[in-house]
Nanobody, 114 residues
Framework: QVQLVESGGGLVQPGGSLRLSCAAS????????VGWYRQGPGKQRELVAD???????TYAYSVKGRFTISRDGTKNTVYLQMNSLKPEDTAVYYC????????WGQGTQVTVSS
């Protein structure tokens, strides 16, 4: 089973940008759909964006136009480019299979604050 590891989080000011990476231990092509999820303080985990092997992408309404998901088969990595960040984007971000996630990793913390 392919394992996914998230990285790239940090502290950023409102309006700033971050790029998250989701590195697969094996071929990312073996995973049909990869999703980026997030869990904010006191909130349930939610799907932010997903991408399938054909490159078809979907986004949550709250991030549409600000976030871009992409996948690089040569690097077995899925990215989440986050622009125009808002304080409400503060959360731990995870990548996992969609729609049936497996065991959750540690995620990567994103904090948007001035």
């Amino acid at each position: 089973q392919v394992q996914l590891v998230e990285s790239g989080g940090g502290l950023v000011q409102p309006g700033g940008s971050l790029r998250l990476s989701c590195a697969a231990s094996g071929s990312i092509a073996s995973i049909n759909v990869v999703g980026w999820y997030r869990q904010g303080p006191g909130k349930q985990r939610e799907l932010v964006a997903d991408i399938d092997n054909a490159g078809i992408k979907t986004y949550a309404y709250s991030v549409k136009g600000r976030f871009t998901i992409s996948r690089d088969g040569t690097k077995n990595t899925v990215y989440l480019q986050m622009n125009s960040l808002k304080p409400e984007d503060t959360a731990v971000y995870y990548c996992n299979l969609y729609p049936h996630p497996t065991e959750w990793g540690q995620g990567t913390q994103v904090t948007v604050s001035s």
